[in-house]
């Protein structure tokens, strides 16, 4: 990834590759990682509307769509900056959808309460009072529970999706019983758990949760991911993750 061109005078986004993708991303919030890659590989195929929660530029949708997605994507930020880069990069890859400004600690009204086959979430990590704030209020929103917190996450995703659809998110391993209590505290059954490491034998620094409403109460844990062999270099699987939805 590397930026291309800013935009605005004081440079407040800048144009970034992500293989054949060019998305437009603030320059001090929250900038898109391999996160978005793994978390668009796990999400299951869905045949009809997605929701982002917390969409930030919007590369997810992007990524769902070079897998075969046709949406249409809603896309909802709080952050009127990143959701203005989300409608551009919209309108840049021909995405069809709608991009909302929305605090998602307050039902949504929009998209329609049931109308979504996938919701998808790389949301906030951090629980406020826990760890140093970033200085800019965007990254810290993006990064700590502030404008989302983790017991909002749960009856959003719920309220937008019908019997048997899908929720698919990234989650921190150490707080995997909060997900899961709030998953099936929503009816939200969580259905499949792959944990990321970064090498083999190193602990597990991200969790990937597919949960489906109203499903039967079974969940399948797949092998590990593995981030990284020799030096720095990508395995196999993730190499094959980004030729897929990045191009070569």
Same mark, same amino acid.
């Given at each position: 990834?590397?930026? !291309?061109?800013?935009?605005?005078?004081? &440079? &407040?986004?800048?144009? *970034?590759?992500?293989?054949?993708?060019? $998305?437009?991303?603030? #320059?001090?919030?929250?900038?898109?990682?391999? *996160?978005?890659?793994? @978390?668009?590989? /796990?999400?299951?195929?869905?045949?009809?509307?997605?929701? *982002? +929660?917390?969409?930030?530029?919007?590369?997810?949708? @992007?990524?769902?769509?070079?897998?075969? @997605?046709?949406?249409? /994507?809603?896309? $909802?930020?709080?952050?009127?900056?990143?959701?203005?880069?989300?409608?551009?990069?919209?309108?840049?890859?021909?995405?069809?959808?709608?991009? =909302?400004?929305? *605090?998602?600690?307050?039902?949504?009204?929009?998209?329609?309460?049931?109308?979504?086959? $996938?919701?998808? &979430?790389?949301?906030?990590?951090?629980?406020?009072?826990?760890?140093?704030?970033?200085?800019?209020?965007?990254?810290?929103?993006?990064?700590?529970?502030?404008?989302?917190?983790?017991?909002?996450?749960?009856?959003?995703?719920? !309220?937008?999706?019908?019997?048997?659809?899908? +929720?698919?998110?990234?989650?921190?391993?150490?707080?995997?019983?909060?997900?899961?209590?709030?998953?099936?505290?929503?009816? +939200?059954?969580?259905?499949?758990?792959?944990? #990321?490491?970064?090498?083999?034998?190193?602990?597990?620094?991200?969790?990937?949760? !597919?949960?489906?409403?109203?499903?039967?109460?079974? =969940?399948?844990?797949?092998?590990?991911?593995?981030?990284?062999?020799?030096?720095?270099?990508?395995?196999?699987?993730?190499?094959?993750?980004?030729?897929? @939805?990045?191009?070569?």
């Amino acid at each position: 990834m590397g930026a !291309e061109q800013a935009r605005g005078g004081a &440079a &407040a986004t800048s144009l *970034d590759r992500l293989g054949r993708h060019l $998305l437009e991303q603030p #320059v001090s919030g929250y900038r898109f990682s391999i *996160d978005s890659v793994l @978390l668009a590989a /796990f999400a299951p195929a869905a045949a009809g509307p997605v929701a *982002d +929660l917390g969409a930030g530029c919007g590369v997810l949708c @992007l990524l769902l769509a070079a897998r075969g @997605l046709a949406g249409p /994507f809603w896309a $909802l930020e709080i952050d009127p900056l990143a959701a203005a880069c989300c409608e551009r990069n919209f309108t840049r890859a021909g995405l069809a959808g709608r991009v =909302l400004v929305h *605090d998602l600690s307050q039902p949504t009204g929009q998209p329609a309460p049931g109308s979504c086959a $996938l919701v998808i &979430a790389n949301p906030p990590f951090g629980r406020p009072g826990h760890g140093r704030l970033p200085p800019q209020p965007s990254r810290a929103r993006a990064r700590h529970e502030l404008a989302l917190p983790a017991a909002a996450l749960w009856p959003r995703a719920a !309220e937008l999706l019908p019997a048997r659809g899908r +929720l698919a998110l990234c989650w921190p391993p150490a707080r995997l019983p909060q997900a899961l209590a709030g998953l099936e505290a929503h009816r +939200l059954a969580p259905k499949r758990l792959r944990l #990321v490491h970064g090498r083999e034998r190193a602990a597990a620094k991200l969790a990937l949760i !597919e949960a489906v409403k109203d499903g039967r109460p079974q =969940l399948r844990v797949e092998p590990p991911l593995i981030l990284y062999g020799q030096g720095q270099r990508h395995t196999a699987e993730v190499e094959a993750m980004y030729r897929e @939805l990045c191009g070569p």
